[in-house]
């Protein structure tokens, strides 16, 4: 397979599968574990080859959560290929993006709708549960292209095997011709992979606030509205140590707030908990606490969250896997990279996972090729994946005294630039 850097998943020569010979099937049975942002997409994805897929995920999906999600160049150009128009489910056109300090002295800006020339897809502020949810719809609908994925909740799985079995905490055993382990940061299945038993999330000494807020609430007050009034605009206020991002989501209807602060400074037990890390509340006390020396209009529109929503989130990483693939069992997303967010790259990475994934395994894939069609799935991910996840890394950094002046210093190596835009 020729390979580049930039992903560009479908020029890999895919050896055509043999048909008609010992153990070959026209179409593959597919256990997917868990049913996030990456779990959907191979679903999709792997449901158009024409296989059969099954989705086990652990919660009920009674009352979905998260905040805004990025959908950058290079999601988008997947979820279009999905037949999802991030658009049409009120993500939000990213125009301008901005870095300021506490004080609201702007820094440096890039005007992004002016560059958006340079991509194939346009880039968005979408949101977690809209974006889910309408995964979900197009792994499920009956009219879709393939068969429709069956989507078990409540099924947490607790191990799985390298040949194709999935165990349930229920002591239910499912058996499958390809594994797909996407259950996330704190994955279970990751453990069925050679040298990934010491290889744990840490704690990244960063955690982040974050909550949503209706724009109408913050456009009312006269002295939070020069903050929002822009439509797609995505603000950084960076202190030494700390920073408040700012960006619109649904229709630029809804502000979505990450504020990322050191782990010691707030109440975040370092090390989260593996359980429901995404549901942590957050104390209002402590938000305006660690932000009260930034500009008043920021403080003001801080105070102006709903405490009930205030949510805190540990931020996780983790060393690089020696590999995703073990057997006729793969991992994707968070499963196989957990990512800091500091790039907006976590669900992208997911979905151009899930994409590879699914090249790779067309229909009349015969059983005994599959170990090797998972190790090209990974020859074409690891150093992109990793890549991206090592820029994050970079972005989320202290900056000192504050970010550099000089627009000058917003080097590819500093931030990683838009290489991964594209797709
Ligand atoms: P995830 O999206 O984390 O999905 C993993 C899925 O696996 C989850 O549905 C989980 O319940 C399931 N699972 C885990 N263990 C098991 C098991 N043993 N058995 C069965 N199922 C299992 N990122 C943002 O940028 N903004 C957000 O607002 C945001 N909100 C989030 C809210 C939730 C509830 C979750 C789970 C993740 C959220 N993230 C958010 C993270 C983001 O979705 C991921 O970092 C990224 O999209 C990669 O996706 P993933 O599919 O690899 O992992």
């Given at each position: 397979?020729?390979t580049t850097l930039h992903?560009t998943?479908s020029?890999?020569e895919?050896?055509p599968a ?6 070959q099937?026209?179409?593959l049975n ?10 959907f ?7 158009r080859?024409?296989?059969?897929v099954t989705?086990?995920?652990q ?5 979905e959560v998260?905040a805004?999600v ?8 997947l979820l ?7 658009e049409?489910i009120?993500?939000?056109?990213c125009n301008?993006i901005s870095?300021?300090r506490?004080?609201?002295?702007l820094?440096?800006?890039a005007e992004?709708?002016k560059?958006?020339h340079?991509?194939q897809?346009?880039w ?10 309408e ?8 009219e879709?292209?393939?068969?429709p994925?069956?989507l078990?909740?409540?099924s ?5 095997s390298t ?10 055993q ?11 940061v704190?994955s279970?299945t990751?453990?069925?992979?050679p040298?990934s038993q010491?290889?744990?999330?840490f ?17 009312a007050?006269?002295?939070?509205k020069?903050l ?5 605009h ?9 920073r408040v991002?700012?960006?619109?989501t649904r229709d630029n209807?809804?502000?979505?707030f ?6 010691s ?15 942590n509340?957050?104390?209002m006390?402590?938000?305006l606490?660690?932000y009260?020396?930034f500009?008043?209009?920021?403080v003001?529109l801080l105070?102006m ?8 989130w540990?931020?996780?990483d983790?060393?690089?896997l020696p590999?995703?693939t073990n057997g006729r069992?793969?991992c994707?997303?968070?499963?196989a990279?957990?990512f800091?967010p500091?790039?907006?790259q976590?669900?992208?990475?997911a979905i151009?996972?899930?994409a ?8 009349g ?15 074409c991910?690891?150093?992109r994946?990793s890549?991206?996840?090592?820029y994050?890394?970079i972005i989320?950094?202290?900056?000192g005294?504050?970010?550099p002046?000089?627009?000058s210093q917003?080097t590819?190596e500093n931030?990683?630039h838009?290489?991964?835009h594209y797709?």
């Amino acid at each position: 397979a020729s390979t580049t850097l930039h992903g560009t998943y479908s020029s890999y020569e895919i050896t055509p599968a043999v048909t008609n010979r010992p153990g070959q099937c026209d179409d593959l049975n597919i256990t997917i574990v868990g049913a996030g942002i990456g779990g959907f997409s191979a679903a999709i994805f792997l449901r158009r080859q024409g296989h059969n897929v099954t989705l086990v995920e652990q919660s009920r999906f009674a009352n979905e959560v998260g905040a805004a999600v990025h959908l950058a160049p290079n999601a988008n150009g997947l979820l279009l290929r999905m037949g999802l128009k991030a658009e049409d489910i009120g993500a939000v056109p990213c125009n301008l993006i901005s870095t300021s300090r506490p004080n609201l002295e702007l820094v440096f800006k890039a005007e992004v709708w002016k560059q958006s020339h340079r991509w194939q897809h346009s880039w968005l502020l979408g949101h977690r549960v809209d974006l889910h949810s309408e995964l979900k719809r197009l792994a499920t609908m009956e009219e879709g292209k393939g068969p429709p994925v069956i989507l078990r909740t409540s099924s947490k799985v607790a191990s799985v095997s390298t040949d194709g079995a999935v165990t349930l905490t229920s002591g239910e055993q499912i058996r499958a011709d390809v594994v797909v382990g996407a259950d996330g940061v704190h994955s279970k299945t990751r453990y069925a992979l050679p040298g990934s038993q010491d290889i744990k999330p840490f704690g990244s000494g960063k955690s982040a606030f974050r909550f949503t807020m209706p724009r109408a609430r913050a456009l009312a007050e006269p002295v939070t509205k020069p903050l929002v009034e822009a439509d797609g605009h995505l603000n950084m206020y960076m202190g030494k140590d700390r920073r408040v991002v700012i960006y619109p989501t649904r229709d630029n209807d809804v502000l979505n707030f990450v504020c990322i602060h050191s782990t010691s400074s707030s109440e975040v037990k370092a090390g989260a908990p593996e359980s429901s890390d995404w549901q942590n509340t957050g104390h209002m006390d402590k938000l305006l606490e660690i932000y009260q020396d930034f500009d008043p209009a920021i403080v003001k529109l801080l105070s102006m969250a709903d405490p009930d929503t205030l949510k805190v989130w540990e931020l996780l990483d983790m060393e690089q896997l020696p590999t995703w693939t073990n057997g006729r069992l793969a991992c994707i997303g968070d499963a196989a990279h957990p990512f800091t967010p500091h790039q907006g790259q976590g669900a992208a990475q997911a979905i151009e996972d899930a994409a590879s994934l699914a090249c790779v395994l067309p229909l009349g894939t015969a059983l005994e090729e599959i170990p090797e069609r998972l190790k090209l799935y990974e020859k074409c991910r690891y150093e992109r994946a990793s890549r991206i996840q090592e820029y994050s890394r970079i972005i989320g950094k202290d900056f000192g005294e504050g970010p550099p002046l000089d627009a000058s210093q917003y080097t590819n190596e500093n931030f990683g630039h838009d290489e991964w835009h594209y797709t």
